[in-house]
C-alpha cells in the first residue's frame, strides 16, 4: 500500500492556473502508474489524468486535454498535475490515486483499478 496527499488546491479565477501535486510514501513510487481524478458536487468521480510508471506515457480526459499536465518524478516520489486555462466546470475535489503496474508503459484510466487514493484537494474556479 502507498500513501498519497494532495496538496495545492484553492479558488482561482476563471482562466487562471493551479498547479496540484500529490507525495507518496510508503512503497517503491516507481513501481506504481498513477493518476488523477475529480469528483463535482452531486457528479460521479471522474477520470482527469493519467501517467504511467516511467512517465513517458500520459493520456487525458477530452475536457482536460491541451490544458492539464500530468508529469512525475520518480527520485522525489511526486506526482504533479499542471492546470491551465481553468474554468468554472473544472471546479471540484481532485483526488491523486496509485496502482501498481507489471509494465513501466502501461496507463490506467478507471478508477476501479486503482488501490490508493489520498484524501482530496478541493479546485474551486470562478466566474
Known amino acids: 500500500q502507498v500513501q498519497l496527499v494532495e496538496s495545492g488546491g484553492g479558488l482561482v479565477q476563471a482562466g487562471g492556473s493551479l498547479r496540484l501535486s500529490c507525495a507518496a510514501s510508503?512503497?517503491?513510487?516507481?513501481?506504481?502508474?498513477m493518476g488523477w481524478f475529480r469528483q463535482a458536487p452531486g457528479k460521479d468521480r471522474e477520470f482527469v489524468a493519467a501517467i504511467c510508471r516511467s512517465g513517458w506515457r500520459t493520456y487525458y480526459a477530452d475536457s482536460v486535454k491541451g490544458r492539464f499536465t500530468i508529469s512525475r518524478d520518480n527520485a522525489k516520489n511526486t506526482v504533479a498535475l499542471q492546470m491551465n486555462s481553468l474554468q468554472p466546470e473544472d471546479t471540484a475535489v481532485y483526488y491523486c490515486?496509485?496502482?501498481?503496474?507489471?509494465?513501466?508503459?502501461?496507463?490506467?484510466?478507471?478508477?476501479?483499478?486503482?488501490?490508493?487514493w489520498g484524501q482530496g484537494t478541493q479546485i474551486t474556479v470562478s466566474s
Open positions: 510508503g512503497r517503491t513510487f516507481s513501481d506504481y502508474a
Open positions: 490515486a496509485a496502482t501498481l503496474a507489471y509494465n513501466t508503459y502501461i496507463y490506467v484510466y478507471t478508477a476501479r483499478e486503482y488501490s490508493d
